[in-house]
């Protein structure tokens, strides 16, 4: 493909719309809005300044639902230390990677027998310490689920009341407990996969196999040319995704013959073919990382007569094919 001079393009710096997660405007009582608001804070995971925000709008939900006064998600480190990894409702005493002494406790439970444990008033457990050793801070009734993540192994995540309940826990209060244990386990595995794909990605930019995002994006630009080829690739821009890309079709809507537009073209060095391909190019990118289309309405968007020949196009331009592209470069943008 001959090499176009270019100018930049600013589609891709949209701003994410916002989606509603107030925690305030749900109902936690509401079955519906209880699975809706846990369904919003996973699927927008990755739009959070990072994990740990996530984390703790699970664990203030659980808060709210079942009137606890603290939430923490730990991991134990040995037999006796566990290292916090989010906190909801003290963040002052519990920050993340705060250690704490757990043996014997109810979350040593949890974590032993791997299961749901609920206590609504812990003065009835045989326990050694109502203080449960987290910082003293006084455990009248308490309810912890694991954590069963696939990649960074199980920890417990505990909701703990100051003051005994009147009642024990529902089997509601527990279900959704354990609901909530699924989004911090789907959340977290979901980090550490990205976290693994962005040191492979690094590995294969320094290893120079792959370019950069950035990289493609300048040499996917729109040609900055003038004259004849600029009203083709204006025509080609709005054609796009609606009507058929051939050299025959964009002379008709520029009221010139075929051969009449090739001629032009040649005059000023340009070839049809090198436009197209580089206006096909600059968007099939928008439509692979941003707008997440399938491969098969990308090929039909940029009227290629199918998905092979279009992968085959793409794999022309940029060594990958339409699929490894996305999957490298989904999580940066």
């Keep these: 493909m001959r090499k176009l001079k270019l100018f930049a393009n600013d ?21 519906v809005q209880r699975v ?18 996530g984390l703790k709008m699970l664990l203030a939900a659980g808060l709210k639902k079942i009137g606890a006064d603290l939430a923490i998600v730990s991991r134990p480190l040995s037999t006796q230390v566990y290292d916090v990894v989010a906190s909801a409702g003290a963040d002052e005493e519990f920050f993340v990677g705060k250690h704490l002494s757990l043996n014997g406790t109810l979350c040593e439970e949890v974590i032993t ?6 206590h609504g008033k812990v003065q009835d457990k045989d326990v050694h310490s109502l203080s449960m050793a987290y910082n003293n801070t006084r455990v009248g009734a308490y309810l912890g ?26 089997t509601e209060d527990v279900a959704f407990i354990e609901l909530l244990a699924e989004g911090v386990a789907c959340m977290t595995d979901q980090q550490l ?15 120079g196999s792959v370019k950069t995002l950035d990289e493609y994006l300048e040499q996917a630009r729109l040609p900055e040319v003038f004259g004849v080829p600029a009203r083709v690739v204006e025509v080609l821009q709005r054609r796009i995704g609606h009507a058929p890309l051939s050299i025959g079709h964009v002379a008709e809507e520029l009221n010139l013959s075929k051969r009449t537009l090739q001629r032009r073209l040649q005059q000023m060095d340009v070839s049809f073919a090198d436009l197209r391909d580089q206006v096909r190019f600059h968007h099939s990118i928008d439509y692979l990382i941003k707008q997440h289309l399938s491969i098969d309405s990308i090929s039909a968007s940029l009227d290629f007569s199918d998905r092979t020949s279009f992968t085959n196009a793409f794999k022309r331009w940029t060594g990958l094919s339409p699929s490894t592209f996305r999957k490298l470069f989904r999580d940066y943008v």
């Design 193 to 207: 996969a990205q976290a693994q794909r962005k040191l492979t990605d690094q590995a294969m930019f320094a290893l």
């Design 11 to 31: 589609s891709f710096h949209q701003e994410v719309p916002e989606v509603p997660l107030n925690l305030d405007e749900y109902s936690m009582e509401d079955p």
């Design 113 to 118: 027998k791997n299961a749901t444990c609920s």
């Design 145 to 170: 689920t694991v954590v069963r993540s696939r990649n960074a192994g199980n920890s417990v995540m505990s909701f703990i009341s100051s003051r005994s309940r009147e009642q024990d826990y529902s």
């Design 36 to 53: 809706t608001y846990l369904y919003r804070v996973v699927s927008n995971s990755g739009n959070f300044e990072s994990i740990n925000q």
